[in-house]
């Protein structure tokens, strides 16, 4: 066995956590795979995998080479992929937001693996950072003002916002009308996954704004005739770190939340969330896919870009036609 093909048994192995699993996935007799590690960790002098009679995990320096093994196979196989004008095919990790993924994504996989059927792909939730690099995703499906990154990001969607709460919570607090009658009220809290920190309410005072440049920016101010921007934060009793627990902290009536409107339009339509301020709109929430500049030329990741874009450009026109 060379060395490339004792790498994607090694991988695997990582992977499946199992010699037997490896062994049946690759169509291979165990003792071959059992043999190739061995002679992988010979030739390397080094222990890669601890092994007990249940269970396979990589050891550190094993973790270190799986990463290191992933980038090799996958720029040899996108390599030989562009020569031989071949549909890409092999494993693709993605991270994408739980809601997100729900909502979008997953309802039109079908579609994709049909026309992709060589590729598998691995989907993981979390709207954690996450080190792409080191975890060996190739790409994430993020919402929200991306951070300085080192990563290639491109945008695929603006999801409309609405500011919204429970009719128990507009019960108790009445209905606000104006940005200074929210000094009465109280917000469900969001932290930012990057910052830590409490998410302000976001309204543009005559409708939907991106966000204004930041300070260091060279793109040119907006007219005096734009709507104004305006950031607020309230009382809070409650903050999350979750989409969902979000969202059910302001069906329990505990205070204001802005969200992208396809979260919360069951909610909307049936009462159990109230829309108010509509007249003025929160700014639109970017959605973006991120990857690193080493998968930069991927077939793998290139074309689920390029899927994605239609994907949320589809559904984009779809909602317009409503």
Request: net charge neutral; glycine share 4%.
């Amino acid at each position: 066995m060379d060395r490339i093909d004792a790498m994607r048994v090694f991988t695997r192995v990582v992977e499946q956590r199992s010699f037997t699993q490896t062994a049946e996935d690759l169509n291979l007799p165990r003792s071959t795979v059992t043999d190739a590690i061995k002679q992988l960790e010979k030739r390397l002098n080094v222990r890669l995998l601890q092994r007990t009679t249940r269970h396979v995990s990589p050891t550190l320096d094993g973790e270190a080479y799986y990463q290191r093994c992933l980038h090799i196979i996958a720029d040899i196989e996108d390599a030989e992929m562009a020569f031989a004008n071949a549909k890409p095919r092999g494993l693709l990790r993605i991270d994408v937001q739980g809601t997100l993924a729900r909502h979008f994504v997953l309802p039109q996989l079908p579609d994709f693996i049909a026309q992709y059927p060589d590729i598998e792909l691995f989907i993981s939730e979390g709207d954690r950072l996450v080190d792409l690099i080191r975890e060996g995703i190739d790409g994430v499906l993020r919402v929200g003002n991306l951070q300085d990154s080192d990563m290639v990001a491109r945008r695929v969607a603006l999801l409309p916002q609405v500011t919204c709460a429970a009719p128990s919570y507009l019960q108790q607090y009445g209905m606000p009308y104006s940005l200074k009658q929210l000094a009465e009220h109280q917000m469900v809290g969001f932290r930012s996954s990057a910052t830590g920190g409490l998410m302000p309410l976001e309204f543009c005072a005559h409708g939907t704004l991106p966000r204004p440049p930041k300070a260091n920016s060279h793109q040119p101010s907006s007219p005096r005739s734009s709507p104004e921007y305006h950031q607020i934060k309230l009382r809070t009793v409650l903050s999350v770190s979750g989409a969902e627990s979000f969202v059910a902290a302001a069906r329990l009536g505990l205070g204001i939340i802005q969200v992208p409107r396809y979260h919360i339009e069951p909610d909307l339509m049936n009462g159990t969330l109230i829309e108010i301020l509509p007249e003025y709109a929160p700014p639109s929430m970017p959605v973006s896919f991120l990857y690193p500049h080493n998968r930069q030329l991927s077939p793998r990741v290139r074309i689920f870009s390029d899927w994605l874009s239609q994907l949320f450009l589809t559904t984009e026109q779809q909602n317009a036609d409503r």
